[in-house]
């Protein structure tokens, strides 16, 4: 069976490559355009580099849109922001592995705040590093890039990743989504999908094409 064929892909266009002068029009515009969640993403000079955004914007963003947000925490301790997150109205918190020593417990925290609770895994993680949680965790992050900034170019690895996943939802009867991070524009969407990717993130695909409307069918189909 092919994974992704006859499941409704999900668009989730992230807002770092928005304009951050005109947030509230960008997000009315994406979701004007027909898209399914808003990405954020939040960096916090430890985990990553950069720094980002925090709940204050998170909280701007609940204001414009009816739309799932998805808080993708790229930080060092993500289990002293969550209930922040979770307060501004993320609907999704996703983790990063690496930054979690105790994991299970950092999920558990997210739902009890009121948030579905997601993992993410960088290129480098194997699987084996989240199958335990797997069954705690209402999605899995592959990321297609190191985490850190917008405009990278596809790990192809990642697609190896997202159909050991789908594998392993079916021999388990997971309900997992599988949401695939980096590098994503119209060109590789089909393949990612393919290997089981539900939810597919696209930052400077879609912020930086003229046509938002345009680009997001195109990821879709
Ligand atoms: C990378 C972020 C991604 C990124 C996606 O650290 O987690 O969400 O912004 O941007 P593009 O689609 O441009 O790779
Ligand atoms: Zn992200």
Request: charge should be negative.
């Amino acid at each position: 069976m092919r994974e992704g064929s006859d499941r409704k892909r999900t668009i989730a266009p992230s807002i770092l490559s928005a304009d951050f002068s005109r947030l509230g029009a960008e997000v009315e515009a994406v979701e004007a355009a027909g898209c399914d969640w808003i990405h954020i993403d939040v960096m916090d000079g430890h985990f990553v580099p950069q720094i980002t955004v925090g709940p204050g914007i998170v909280r701007a963003v609940r204001k414009v849109t009816r739309l799932p947000l998805d808080v993708h925490l790229m930080v060092e301790e993500p289990s002293r922001q969550i209930e922040g997150f979770a307060a501004a109205g993320a609907d999704i918190v996703a983790v990063h592995q690496e930054a979690c020593p105790a994991l299970s417990e950092v999920l558990e925290a997210i739902r009890a705040a009121g948030a579905k609770p997601a993992v993410a895994i960088n290129p480098e993680t194997a699987l084996a590093k989240i199958e335990g949680v797997l069954d705690q965790v209402d999605m899995v992050v592959v990321m297609s890039v190191n985490p850190g900034r917008a405009g990278q170019d596809f790990i192809e690895s990642a697609i190896e990743k997202i159909a050991g996943l789908a594998k392993l939802r079916r021999e388990r009867g997971g309900h997992w989504l599988i949401e695939v991070d980096g590098g994503i524009k119209p060109e590789n969407a089909r393949k990612v999908a393919e290997a089981g990717a539900d939810v597919l993130v696209a930052g400077s695909a879609v912020f930086g094409s003229r046509d938002y409307a345009e680009t997001i069918r195109a990821l879709r189909s």
